[in-house]
């Protein structure tokens, strides 16, 4: 496996993934154990074969985080990294169109979400086992380009996205003033070939669909899961020390220019 040179390095480090069974979870689970920790794959969908130890858990959830951290506290003693990739497009709905109930629910999953991860996260990184050295703690919230700028929809996307951005530098700063070794950062990415465009894919077909959103960016394509992940394994070690409150854009230069093309506008 490839491990970008850091192999063990995370190496006695314990790491939650939510949404880890697929896309850029997937990937960063498989990149973490690679660099030599445990990973624990907390997920609402069924175990998947690859790396990880599966546990299932509600994002959404304050019950169900509560038990994950009992759990992972119970088996591992410790937890060091928090990886918050979870999370739901929640359809193309712009402020018109936008229902309470889509508005709630991506909101549960996408901004509450992470809210409740990062609380918890902090929760699980001040405990550790008898005799085990204190966390270094460090907690990588997955937002988007959504997130940094604006856009005619989707709205609740949109919205929880840029939740995510400035409820990760509120983490760090809090962390950074209590003086608890423990770092937040958010990710930025464009459009990353995932699950969240199968509705495009199965309208155009996959490599039709990856064509048109890769156009809109001006590196010409879109990004693959595991180039995030690498993002996210440089932000859980220690080679991102001093990088905290930070938000990390792997967007394909998209955000990098005055006029650009939306990622779902029409050609």
Not at 15 to 25: D, F, H, L, Q, W
Not at 127 to 134: D, H, Q, R
Not at 177 to 199: L, M, Q, W
Not at 201 to 222: C, L, N, S, T
Request: charged share 20%; aromatic share 4%.
């Amino acid at each position: 496996m490839v491990t970008s040179g850091m192999d063990s390095e995370l190496s006695g480090r314990v790491a939650i993934v939510t949404g880890g069974a697929s896309g850029i979870g997937a990937a960063s689970v498989a990149l973490l154990e690679g660099a030599g920790a445990t990973v624990v794959v907390a997920d609402l969908l069924g175990a998947n074969d690859g790396p990880g130890r599966f546990v299932a858990h509600d994002v959404a959830s304050e019950e169900s985080w509560k038990a994950l951290l009992a759990d992972v506290l119970g088996c591992e003693g410790r937890l060091d990294i928090m990886v918050n990739n979870a999370g739901i497009s929640g359809g193309s709905g712009n402020i018109e169109t936008t229902t309470v109930e889509n508005w709630q629910q991506v909101q549960a999953i996408n901004s509450e979400g992470v809210f409740l991860g990062c609380k918890y996260a902090i929760e699980g990184m001040k405990k550790t086992g008898p005799g085990k050295p204190a966390a270094k703690g460090s907690i990588v919230n997955i937002s988007s380009v959504a997130g940094l700028i604006g856009g005619a929809g989707p709205t609740a996307y949109t919205a929880s996205k840029g939740a995510v951005r400035l409820l990760s530098k509120s983490v760090a700063l809090y962390c950074a003033e209590k003086k608890y070794d423990i770092r937040c950062n958010s990710v930025h990415p464009g459009g990353v070939d995932t699950a969240i465009f199968n509705p495009l894919w199965q309208a155009v077909g996959h490599d039709e669909g990856k064509a048109f959103i890769g156009a809109r960016h001006p590196i010409g394509r879109m990004s693959e899961a595991s180039e995030l992940g690498e993002v996210v394994l440089f932000l859980a070690s220690d080679r991102s020390s001093f990088v905290t409150g930070a938000e990390i854009v792997a967007d394909g230069a998209v955000t990098s220019g005055l006029m650009r093309k939306s990622l779902l506008a029409p050609s």
